[in-house]
């Protein structure tokens, strides 16, 4: 059996420093499905009451969902993740425009995976996520 091969998408075959981000803004009804497909039901996400009375002061995005965002940049390119280590930063509230940011930091050719070295920041540059993630990119059309 072959490896299928994909027409061309972001980034191509795995180079070293490449980078590629994208941005979106996180709404109330992307938290809203969020939570109901993993019953994150933490209060911090879902308790006005309880939310105003932390550091918080307003409900924040899980951080999986912001997490998850790096999968659009992985899904492009067909990337089967093995390994993913994540550290929250801070805070992602409902209406914040968030960038997910990747960067092949690694290669290895005869093993077939690659590293990236991911972020992901708020629209004033606050950085509010780091990740490193290891895997295996798909086959790309040259």
Same mark, same amino acid.
């Given at each position: 059996?072959?490896?299928?091969?994909?027409?061309?998408?972001?980034?191509?075959?795995?180079?070293?420093?490449?980078?590629?981000?994208? @941005?979106?803004?996180?709404? +109330?009804?992307?938290?809203?499905?969020? %939570? &109901?497909? /993993?019953?994150?039901?933490?209060?911090?996400?879902?308790?006005?009451?309880?939310?105003?009375?932390?550091?918080?002061?307003?409900?924040?995005?899980?951080?999986?969902?912001?997490?998850?965002?790096?999968?659009?940049?992985?899904?492009?390119?067909?990337f089967l993740? @093995?390994?993913?280590?994540? +550290?929250?930063i801070g805070?992602?509230? %409902? &209406?914040? /425009?968030?960038?997910?940011?990747?960067?092949?930091?690694?290669?290895?050719?005869?093993?077939?995976?690659?590293?990236?070295?991911?972020?992901?920041?708020?629209?004033?540059?606050?950085?509010?996520?780091?990740?490193e993630i290891?895997?295996?990119?798909?086959?790309?059309?040259?």
């Amino acid at each position: 059996m072959t490896t299928p091969t994909l027409p061309n998408r972001i980034p191509k075959a795995p180079i070293l420093d490449e980078k590629v981000a994208f @941005t979106r803004t996180l709404t +109330e009804a992307d938290t809203a499905l969020f %939570i &109901g497909v /993993t019953w994150d039901v933490n209060p911090l996400h879902t308790d006005d009451n309880y939310v105003s009375e932390t550091r918080f002061k307003r409900h924040i995005v899980p951080g999986l969902l912001t997490a998850s965002m790096l999968t659009h940049l992985g899904g492009l390119w067909a990337f089967l993740a @093995t390994e993913i280590r994540f +550290e929250f930063i801070g805070p992602v509230y %409902i &209406g914040d /425009t968030i960038t997910a940011e990747s960067k092949i930091v690694e290669v290895d050719k005869k093993r077939g995976w690659v590293r990236l070295r991911c972020r992901c920041t708020n629209s004033q540059g606050d950085e509010v996520l780091r990740a490193e993630i290891k895997g295996y990119p798909g086959q790309h059309e040259q």
